[in-house]
């Protein structure tokens, strides 16, 4: 198999530029960068150096001002705002720093959100959120709302939320930034676990203890690639 | 389907603000349909006239009598088929609680013809045979028969402060005989009605032989105005002349003594529901901005961007519709009750026309409401919204 064809995710001359006011700043200056199938990336970088941004990017949340994103096959900047969503809901799982849960559902209702947009009916979307759940060991906390988890279970039911349709890519956001130390591990060790399971996840994050977990760190700073390789 | 459980989620969120604004709208879509009901009650009267019939009353106004033997003489006019009489009594009766004393639209007539003239007073045969055939008979309408208790066979007093009998008596006794209904659903069921020659032969006074009004039918309601001219012409110069015009004109021009009540009634509603619309906007638009994050990760995980619109819509007219079918659903019942002054306005219902209306004002505040923060919703950029939320 060639490395090309095991490359998951290829950022390709990628530039981002936002505006405020008359003022230009270039957050991304034409960065390279590719992802293997079933790795696991941890993206570090001072704050302003344009992590959450190239994240966002890779996800389809945001479009970059030129250069390409492609992911497997799917070339992001040509799909319409309608094909960006669709694909989202079929390809990527999100997790987010502050969980992002809906305060008025449950654990089960919050994770069964991305299957409404499938073709499961209610029976099948409440199995899946429970298999979901199941493995990400909140099997007990079903109906509970995210007022009455800690802030780890809200992150591993986010976490259930994200894996629950099968997504090829799993981003995650500082997803140990809002977290302790103990806590924080769990969430590690249930990425690690995923991605043992085959998927591919990139991870921004500020923290050296959370990269140690992946299978390979880069650095961004100033919207560049600074280093590569593992920590 | 799937997503009304969303929806109602969302409602429960902020739980006093969502009662306290479909409390708001509750109560301007009661408002709403008490006024309806209002409307009709005041205006509803020139709906219910028929166009073939003629009101004459003495030229200078409905309280000065003319002699009963006009009649005979409108009766020859050309294009005339049918005349009665009938004068205000002014009956009274106690409350049921015996409080106080109530006036009942109390009428002598001549049964017979009065009921050839008002068909739409339904009274059965047999109740029509024992009204003719009982001098003291009265026939009260169902709405004043419910409400004073009276059932047929009762023995029953009013007294009248215009009317004296012979021996100087206010108060008169009758005999309910009858009960009438109603051909259709604004006809008036709150009078009383009795038979004339009782009258006639009981009163004192210098006032025999004189009647309040004429109810004249005729053969072309699109002569109406011709025969009434011909009518007026008739008793010209004499010393009783006469108003005659349509009952639908007659009833017209009573209602606008009061004013014009359909254009209050109109800017009280717009004023109504102008404020709702701003509260609710307003409610709408902020529940909105605060869930700014949450709409942001449903976009995130693929919700599109016209699903969200949808939702936040869905929203809007689901607060509007609760509260709004709810106010309207109360207001029906309202009208259920009966009028709260049924000798001043008898007819008390709401039309079906009023409530697909209410229903429609509704729908249109859900829509209103939330096209804003829906189009904010829709235009929210995924990366901005996370970003709030940091």
Redesign the interface.
């Given at each position: 198999m060639s490395a090309e064809s095991s490359d998951l995710v290829r950022i390709e001359h990628v530039t981002k530029t936002f505006h405020r006011g008359s003022e230009e700043i270039h957050v991304l200056s034409g960065l390279d960068l590719t992802v293997a199938r079933g790795e696991f990336l941890a993206l570090m970088g001072p704050s302003g150096s344009g992590k959450s941004?190239l994240l966002?990017l890779i996800?389809g949340?945001?479009r970059a001002t030129s250069g390409s994103v492609i992911i497997e096959n799917d070339r992001l900047d040509e799909l319409d705002?309608?094909q960006l969503?669709?694909w989202?809901?079929?390809h990527v799982?999100?997790v987010?720093?502050?969980y992002?849960l809906?305060?008025?559902?449950t654990a089960q209702?919050n994770v069964e959100?991305?299957l409404?947009?499938t073709h499961l009916n209610?029976r099948e979307r409440r199995e899946h959120a429970e298999i979901a759940l199941n493995a990400v060991g909140l099997s007990h906390r079903l109906n509970h709302f995210p007022r009455t988890l800690s802030g780890g279970e809200q992150q591993r039911v986010g976490i259930a939320?994200a894996i629950v349709t099968d997504p090829t890519l799993l981003l995650c956001d500082e997803p140990t930034g809002d977290l302790d130390r103990k806590s924080g591990d769990e969430v590690l060790s249930l990425l690690q676990s995923l991605q043992e399971n085959g998927k591919t996840i990139i991870m921004v994050t500020h923290d050296p203890h959370a990269s140690a977990r992946a299978s390979r760190t880069v650095h961004l700073d100033k919207g560049q690639l600074s280093t590569t390789g593992p920590e | 389907m799937?997503?009304l459980?969303?929806i109602w989620?969302?409602m429960?969120?902020k739980k006093l603000r969502s009662v306290l604004t479909l409390l708001s709208i509750f109560v301007a879509f009661l408002l709403f349909g008490i006024l309806c009901i209002l409307k009709e009650s005041l205006t509803g009267g020139v709906s219910a006239t028929d166009a073939a019939r003629l009101v004459v009353r003495h030229k200078v106004s409905f309280i000065q009598m003319l002699p009963q033997g006009y009649a005979n003489r409108i009766k020859t006019i050309h294009g005339v088929s049918l005349v009665a009489h009938q004068t205000w009594f002014n009956g009274m009766t106690k409350t049921m609680d015996n409080a106080s004393d109530v006036v009942v639209p109390s009428f002598p007539v001549d049964p017979e013809i009065f009921m050839k003239i008002y068909p739409e007073l339904v009274l059965p045969a047999s109740q029509m045979e024992a009204w003719m055939s009982t001098r003291t008979g009265a026939v009260v309408g169902k709405t004043a028969a419910d409400k004073y208790k009276w059932r047929i066979g009762d023995h029953i007093q009013l007294t009248s402060p215009i009317w004296q009998t012979e021996a100087g008596a206010n108060s008169w006794e009758f005999n309910i005989v009858g009960i009438y209904t109603g051909a259709k659903k604004n006809t008036d069921l709150s009078g009383f009605l009795f038979r004339y020659d009782y009258f006639e032969e009981m009163r004192g006074g210098l006032d025999k032989s004189m009647v309040g009004w004429f109810g004249v039918r005729v053969d072309d309601p699109q002569q109406a105005d011709a025969i009434s001219k011909r009518i007026d012409d008739e008793f010209a110069n004499s010393p009783w002349e006469v108003k005659a015009e349509p009952e639908g004109a007659m009833v017209q021009g009573f209602i606008q003594q009061f004013g014009d009540i359909a254009s209050i009634i109109r800017a009280v509603l717009s004023m109504v529901f102008f404020t709702i619309l701003l509260i609710s906007g307003n409610t709408m638009s902020q529940a909105v901005r605060e869930r700014f994050?949450?709409l942001?990760?449903?976009?995130?995980?693929?919700?599109?961007?016209?699903l969200v619109l949808m939702l936040v819509l869905g929203e809007s007219c689901t607060v509007a519709l609760l509260g709004g079918l709810t106010g309207l659903a109360m207001a029906w019942v309202f009208s259920l009750g009966g009028s709260p002054v049924p000798n001043f306005l008898p007819v008390w219902y709401m039309k079906p026309q009023d409530i697909y209306l209410g229903m429609g004002f509704a729908l249109l505040l859900g829509l209103v409401t939330g096209a804003v923060p829906a189009i904010q919703a829709f235009r929210l950029?995924?990366?901005e919204a996370?970003r709030r939320?940091?």
């Amino acid at each position: 198999m060639s490395a090309e064809s095991s490359d998951l995710v290829r950022i390709e001359h990628v530039t981002k530029t936002f505006h405020r006011g008359s003022e230009e700043i270039h957050v991304l200056s034409g960065l390279d960068l590719t992802v293997a199938r079933g790795e696991f990336l941890a993206l570090m970088g001072p704050s302003g150096s344009g992590k959450s941004t190239l994240l966002n990017l890779i996800g389809g949340l945001d479009r970059a001002t030129s250069g390409s994103v492609i992911i497997e096959n799917d070339r992001l900047d040509e799909l319409d705002d309608r094909q960006l969503a669709a694909w989202r809901a079929r390809h990527v799982g999100f997790v987010f720093q502050f969980y992002n849960l809906m305060p008025v559902l449950t654990a089960q209702k919050n994770v069964e959100l991305p299957l409404l947009l499938t073709h499961l009916n209610r029976r099948e979307r409440r199995e899946h959120a429970e298999i979901a759940l199941n493995a990400v060991g909140l099997s007990h906390r079903l109906n509970h709302f995210p007022r009455t988890l800690s802030g780890g279970e809200q992150q591993r039911v986010g976490i259930a939320r994200a894996i629950v349709t099968d997504p090829t890519l799993l981003l995650c956001d500082e997803p140990t930034g809002d977290l302790d130390r103990k806590s924080g591990d769990e969430v590690l060790s249930l990425l690690q676990s995923l991605q043992e399971n085959g998927k591919t996840i990139i991870m921004v994050t500020h923290d050296p203890h959370a990269s140690a977990r992946a299978s390979r760190t880069v650095h961004l700073d100033k919207g560049q690639l600074s280093t590569t390789g593992p920590e | 389907m799937k997503f009304l459980s969303l929806i109602w989620s969302s409602m429960k969120r902020k739980k006093l603000r969502s009662v306290l604004t479909l409390l708001s709208i509750f109560v301007a879509f009661l408002l709403f349909g008490i006024l309806c009901i209002l409307k009709e009650s005041l205006t509803g009267g020139v709906s219910a006239t028929d166009a073939a019939r003629l009101v004459v009353r003495h030229k200078v106004s409905f309280i000065q009598m003319l002699p009963q033997g006009y009649a005979n003489r409108i009766k020859t006019i050309h294009g005339v088929s049918l005349v009665a009489h009938q004068t205000w009594f002014n009956g009274m009766t106690k409350t049921m609680d015996n409080a106080s004393d109530v006036v009942v639209p109390s009428f002598p007539v001549d049964p017979e013809i009065f009921m050839k003239i008002y068909p739409e007073l339904v009274l059965p045969a047999s109740q029509m045979e024992a009204w003719m055939s009982t001098r003291t008979g009265a026939v009260v309408g169902k709405t004043a028969a419910d409400k004073y208790k009276w059932r047929i066979g009762d023995h029953i007093q009013l007294t009248s402060p215009i009317w004296q009998t012979e021996a100087g008596a206010n108060s008169w006794e009758f005999n309910i005989v009858g009960i009438y209904t109603g051909a259709k659903k604004n006809t008036d069921l709150s009078g009383f009605l009795f038979r004339y020659d009782y009258f006639e032969e009981m009163r004192g006074g210098l006032d025999k032989s004189m009647v309040g009004w004429f109810g004249v039918r005729v053969d072309d309601p699109q002569q109406a105005d011709a025969i009434s001219k011909r009518i007026d012409d008739e008793f010209a110069n004499s010393p009783w002349e006469v108003k005659a015009e349509p009952e639908g004109a007659m009833v017209q021009g009573f209602i606008q003594q009061f004013g014009d009540i359909a254009s209050i009634i109109r800017a009280v509603l717009s004023m109504v529901f102008f404020t709702i619309l701003l509260i609710s906007g307003n409610t709408m638009s902020q529940a909105v901005r605060e869930r700014f994050a949450e709409l942001g990760v449903l976009k995130a995980i693929g919700f599109p961007n016209g699903l969200v619109l949808m939702l936040v819509l869905g929203e809007s007219c689901t607060v509007a519709l609760l509260g709004g079918l709810t106010g309207l659903a109360m207001a029906w019942v309202f009208s259920l009750g009966g009028s709260p002054v049924p000798n001043f306005l008898p007819v008390w219902y709401m039309k079906p026309q009023d409530i697909y209306l209410g229903m429609g004002f509704a729908l249109l505040l859900g829509l209103v409401t939330g096209a804003v923060p829906a189009i904010q919703a829709f235009r929210l950029r995924i990366a901005e919204a996370l970003r709030r939320d940091a």
